[in-house]
């Protein structure tokens, strides 16, 4: 009977610790404008909890797959504010966005 009770525990455990594991497949709009802004911006999320970071150059949307127990989606918009590409809930900060290479500099929404 122990046995079954404890084999029933760490069946829960098991169970409760995957859920926590959330994996979230989304799309961010991240304002670039060459080749190198898809290095910087792929670069920039090859963090812990993201899986996979793929930005379209024509679209401007970033794919993004992500452990939701790992990294927000609010941190993922700020590390590409701070690698110097605005989004929609983020703006890249006025130094950082004058210091990309000429050829990435996109036109900035107000």
Partial sequence: MKKVIILLSIFI???LSA??????????????????????????????GI????????????RIVYRAD?????KIHQIL???GHDTKKKKAKKEVYENLHHCCHYKREE
Avoid at 26 to 42: A, L, P, Q, S, Y
Avoid at 70 to 74: D, Q, T
Wanted: charged share 35%; net charge negative; proline share 0%.
């Fill in 81 to 83: 504010a701070d690698a």
């Fill in 70 to 74: 790992l990294i927000s989606e609010e």
């Fill in 19 to 48: 859920q926590t594991k959330k994996v979230i497949d989304t799309k961010i709009f991240v304002n670039g404008m060459c080749d190198m802004c898809e290095d910087r911006i792929e670069n920039a999320l090859d963090v812990k």
């Fill in 13 to 15: 455990s098991i169970q």
């Fill in 51 to 62: 899986k996979v970071a793929d930005w379209d150059l024509e679209s401007k949307m970033c």
